[in-house]
């Protein structure tokens, strides 16, 4: 098999508690160092929460496997600082094809809108996601302490801590922490541990993942076929990947053979009969996986938050797994950022689950129907599937009825208990719970981008025409220590210099008039983002009173005042949490 791709072998140090009388405390430990686990340790270090960050091996995933990243994961990683070495080395992607037997029924954009930074999806495999990632939390080593070749061995769950064991060539040690963040992945160890489950099903039918190596002339597209004369009666997926490596995914039935279909010499024929005879490639990497669509009834036990696929698992049409689980990061590490720094209660953490079980449902409900529609298991089922594909080669009704996998989108959390004020005459697009859209600025003359000035903190985005009386401003400012304002000037336009003078202040110019017209940003006009650059109030005309209190809803006050302060509801199950909540049954999706 070729290898483009070389994994880089991390270093093991022996861990300062070995040998220890008492056994350290600490705030955050977090276990797991794939995408999920460095992700989280990353946005907690730039929020200024230090934690312990254990894997039990030493490298970057082996082999590809998640490939596509979109915009949203793209957005947030470029908060956390690492999203340019992925757009420089990723291919970036928009357009996808549908073929139908040996005919192509239609194409789709994902991105037609102008004014973004980042593109719609990149395809990029995982181990340099990964890689990126280890760069940056070596970055914040100050924050960060990275441990490879450190395995959890044992766990014990309390109400107002966790206690874990690890194991390493130099012994045993312990350590105690006020919150545990579980990203050891599908089959979690520490899940099963705790005596905790994530249900749902698992589909009969198996996939071939083929990353074949060659120069081809395919174009920089997402192509699915159904049933074509190269792989009768089945599907086939083909993306570009990096390095000139091609991702295939061959569908091959329930019945087929694991063992066997990993072979090369079983590989290669697929491969040459999709290319054509005289294209010339090497195999680099394969794999043969059954998936499951499932996910966890509370992804909070106690202290224990589970994260990535330990807390919800999907099928990787869509490309919503890794895209899901960074969602769901950046959803949990500004709240939980804020309790450990006494700026919010623990309740707060109980919208975590709220508003991510939310997303792992949506996610798993497309999942679901795609996998439905790409392998049906009934005659009628098969019909309907074909029926609409034919249809959709000529008529467009019939074309959002065709499911090779409802791409990932970002969540909205539009019931979310955290949601402030609204006005619906404002775009509904950027409704409370919406993720902030970008948008070209200027930033002291230097072009920029609107997402690049919110994240990390409140930020009150404000138009720089205002008759908002200035000391009410000020005062909210000088009140909400966490709360950043941002004001709007139209092209060409300064604003007030008094407005400029404010404590906690930018002033950005609308370059393209794009934040007006995206937010509808008149006069008086403003919207409270919340630090993971969702939205969390808006107003037509600002009232700095309802700012404050919209600020003290979305930091979970309003809910802390629903549990008994200091009881074990709070400090144990304040997202209705336990073992008995996560072995409830749950209605299985259809096959």
């Known amino acids: 098999m070729s290898n483009t791709y070389k994994n880089p072998v991390y270093p093991y140090h022996r861990a300062p508690e070995l040998g220890a009388a008492d056994v350290r405390h600490c705030p955050v430990v977090i276990v797991g160092g794939g995408p999920s686990g460095l992700a989280a340790a990353v946005d907690l270090a730039q929020q200024g929460v230090a934690s312990i960050l254990l894997?039990?091996?030493?490298?970057?995933?082996?082999?590809?496997?998640a490939i596509c990243f979109a915009k949203r994961t793209l957005e947030v990683m470029d908060r956390l600082g690492c999203a340019q070495p992925m757009l420089d080395k990723g291919v970036t992607w928009q357009l996808g094809k549908v073929f139908f037997h040996e005919r192509q029924v239609y194409e789709f954009n994902l991105l037609p809108e102008q004014g973004h930074?980042?593109?719609?999806?990149?395809?990029?495999?995982?181990?340099?996601?990964?890689?990126?990632?280890?760069?940056?939390?070596?970055?914040?080593?100050?924050?960060?302490?990275?441990?490879?070749?450190?395995?959890?061995?044992?766990?014990?769950?309390?109400?107002?801590?966790t206690l874990i064991s690890v194991e390493t060539e130099d012994g045993e040690y312990q350590l105690r922490c006020d919150h545990l963040l579980v990203a050891d992945g599908a089959n979690s160890r520490i899940r099963d541990m705790l005596g905790l489950e994530s249900r749902g099903q698992v589909f009969q039918d198996r996939f071939l993942i083929a990353d074949v190596v060659m120069k081809a002339e395919f174009p920089t597209e997402r192509w699915f076929w159904f049933d074509p004369p190269f792989h009768p009666n089945q599907s086939v997926l083909l993306h570009k990947q990096p390095d000139n490596v091609w991702r295939i995914d061959f569908q091959l039935g329930w019945d087929a053979d694991?063992?066997?279909?990993?072979?090369?010499?079983?590989?290669?024929?697929?491969?040459?009969?999709?290319?054509?005879?005289?294209?010339?490639?090497?195999?680099?990497?394969?794999?043969?996986?059954?998936?499951?669509?499932?996910k966890m009834d509370n992804f909070i036990h106690r202290r224990v938050l589970f994260i990535g696929d330990a807390a919800h698992q999907v099928s990787p049409f869509g490309a919503r797994g890794a895209?899901?689980?960074?969602?769901?990061?950046e959803n949990l590490t500004w709240k939980l950022a804020r309790v450990i720094k006494g700026e919010a209660p623990l309740a707060l953490l109980a919208t975590y689950n709220d508003e991510r079980q939310h997303g792992a449902s949506e996610n798993l409900l497309n999942s679901t129907r795609s996998t439905d529609f790409i392998t049906p298991k009934s005659?009628?089922?098969?019909?309907?599937?074909?029926?609409?594909?034919?249809?959709?080669?000529?008529f467009p009704f019939a074309r959002s009825l065709v499911n090779s996998g409802r791409l990932s989108l970002p969540s909205r959390y539009d019931d979310s208990p955290l949601n402030g004020d609204d006005d619906p005459t404002l775009p509904a697009a950027q409704a409370p719970g919406a993720v902030a859209k970008d948008a070209p600025i200027r930033l002291s003359g230097t072009p920029g981008w609107l997402l690049n000035r919110l994240g990390n903190r409140?930020?009150?985005?404000?138009?720089g025409c205002q008759s908002q009386p200035l000391d009410e401003l000020a005062g909210v400012l000088e009140r909400c220590a966490d709360l950043d304002l941002l004001i709007v000037s139209s092209p060409g336009q300064q604003a007030p210099p008094a407005l400029t003078r404010l404590p906690r202040t930018r002033v950005i110019e609308d370059s393209q008039g794009l934040v007006a017209e995206r937010y509808g940003l008149a006069r008086d006009v403003g919207y409270l983002i919340r630090p993971d650059q969702h939205i969390s109030a808006r107003w037509r005309r600002i009232d700095t009173g309802r700012v404050e209190a919209c600020m003290k809803r979305a930091l979970g006050h309003e809910l802390a005042a629903t549990y008994a302060s200091g009881s074990n509801e709070v400090r144990g199950s304040v997202a209705h949490s336990s073992a008995d909540a996560n072995a409830q049954e749950v209605p299985r999706a259809r096959a």
């Open 379 to 394: 005659r009628v089922s098969r019909l309907f599937r074909d029926t609409t594909l034919e249809l959709a080669e000529a």
């Open 258 to 294: 694991p063992d066997e279909e990993k072979k090369e010499h079983n590989i290669r024929p697929r491969v040459q009969a999709m290319l054509g005879d005289d294209v010339e490639f090497e195999l680099e990497w394969a794999s043969v996986y059954t998936f499951r669509c499932r």
């Open 117 to 161: 930074r980042v593109p719609a999806f990149i395809n990029l495999q995982q181990y340099y996601f990964e890689e990126y990632l280890v760069d940056r939390a070596r970055d914040l080593n100050d924050h960060i302490d990275l441990r490879w070749k450190h395995k959890v061995s044992a766990v014990e769950s309390f109400d107002d801590s």
């Open 55 to 65: 894997d039990d091996n030493n490298t970057v995933s082996v082999g590809s496997r």
């Open 458 to 463: 409140f930020v009150l985005m404000i138009s």
């Open 323 to 329: 895209n899901g689980a960074i969602q769901s990061i």
